[in-house]
């Protein structure tokens, strides 16, 4: 009944992957999203004067916290141990891009822990921000490149 699709059974019923025979490799993750501001919250981003204190810092930690409780967000996910998380927020003149890369030496990959990193964080800045800006959009939230595992390595064009 799966055809291919492993995260169903024979009875087509969705369950969670045995990876006990997967071998362990080193697994990376590179996703990326981007958060679309005001031209005020931007310039106030630049200046270091939200109201609510450093945005992009409290953004990176959130985006940290939210990659190790991925397995506990998504049904389907195991739970990995994750041997270095980084998120990179940069200030652009549309709003703040955000990068995460996401490494471990485990049975299955990291590409749910990045995707749910940088979508984490750009909530967070969203929520630090939305009473200036209620009209703020996260979008473009996608993997850009992974490596390891049995399928390899795979690049976004």
């Known amino acids: 009944m799966s055809d291919g699709l492993t995260h169903l ?9 045995d990876v006990t025979g997967r071998e362990i490799t080193v697994r990376i993750a590179d996703t990326s999203a981007q958060v679309n501001l ?5 310039a106030l981003l630049r200046d270091g004067a939200t109201p609510k204190g450093d945005v992009l810092s409290t953004a990176r930690i959130a985006g940290i916290m939210a990659a190790k409780k991925t397995s506990e967000l998504i049904p389907l996910c195991h739970p990995i141990a994750i ?3 980084s998120i ?3 200030i652009t003149d549309s709003g703040v891009a955000i990068k995460a890369r996401v490494i471990t ?3 299955t990959g ?4 990045a995707l749910t990193a940088v979508s984490v964080a750009g909530l967070t800045i969203i929520d630090m921000v939305k009473a200036l800006d209620p009209a703020a959009t996260i979008t473009d939230i996608r993997i850009d490149s992974k490596s390891g595992g049995k399928n390899g390595d795979w690049k976004r064009a």
């Open 105 to 107: 030496s485990d049975r």
């Open 83 to 85: 041997n270095t998380i």
């Open 88 to 90: 990179d927020l940069a």
């Open 38 to 42: 005001s031209d005020s919250v931007v």
């Open 110 to 113: 990291v590409e749910m822990e």
């Open 9 to 17: 059974n024979s009875a087509g019923q969705a369950h969670m992957v």
